[in-house]
């Protein structure tokens, strides 16, 4: 697998589909474990892509960017080797009594949250790949919605995301509003290879999850 001199920078003036492939692979370690510095680059990416939705995502972006940013101070401390990694953090955390301690803000409760978020938009962004280009995409985004993030939201937070996902436009719409006019049938052609490394990533959190019994972290 490719280690973390593949780190590639993310845009801010578009959602860069190449980036979010580059550095999702780039996280993936060869003993089964994900490299924290490039699976926030990934994240920071698809958090333009939040970004760029504007309102419509408005209940997930504010809460990525407090999370990454509470991740990368963890990886900026002190103690930051042990945040390098997801197998390192959860393993430094559980050890040392940390995963519950009251008043430190733990990074693999945090990273539980953006896993999550992760869920969903690799959902929405695999069913928009099925669609053609004059399908709405609201239908299949409230469909990922409801089958992951709408799981750890309260009643009315689900109830403003999925008002807000009316107002999504077709495929087609969406692609040249977050990719750029000339970008979409290059976000098109890698889009498959995008959501195979992210499930990769995914996957392999979820794993060390499972295996830790940190799922229902508060």
């Not at 900026?76 to 803000?105: A, W």
Request: some cysteine; aromatic content about 10%.
């Amino acid at each position: 697998m490719a280690t973390s001199d593949a780190v590639v920078k993310t845009t801010d003036a578009k959602f860069n589909i190449r980036v979010v492939h580059d550095t999702f692979s780039a996280s993936l370690l060869d003993d089964d474990d994900v490299e924290m510095d490039n699976y926030l680059l990934a994240y920071k990416e698809l958090y333009n892509f939040f970004q760029l939705m504007g309102k419509v995502f408005g209940f997930v972006a504010s809460d990525v960017k407090s999370k990454i940013e509470i991740l990368e101070d963890l990886r900026r401390g002190e103690n930051g080797e042990h945040f390098s990694t997801v197998k390192k953090m959860i393993k430094y955390e559980s050890e040392n009594g940390l995963l519950n301690k009251s008043d430190y803000t733990s990074g693999s409760r945090t990273l539980l949250r953006l896993h999550r978020g992760l869920d969903f938009i690799r959902l929405f962004l695999q069913k928009v790949g099925d669609l053609c280009d004059e399908d709405k995409t609201c239908g299949v985004c409230q469909e990922a919605y409801n089958s992951t993030l709408a799981n750890f939201h309260p009643w009315i937070v689900r109830k403003g995301a999925i008002m807000a996902m009316y107002a999504l436009p077709t495929r087609g719409g969406l692609l040249q509003k977050v990719c750029g006019p000339d970008e979409v049938q290059h976000a098109i052609d890698i889009l498959p290879k995008m959501l195979q490394v992210t499930d990769d990533a995914y996957d392999r959190t979820q794993r060390h999850y499972t295996e830790n019994d940190l799922h229902d972290l508060p």
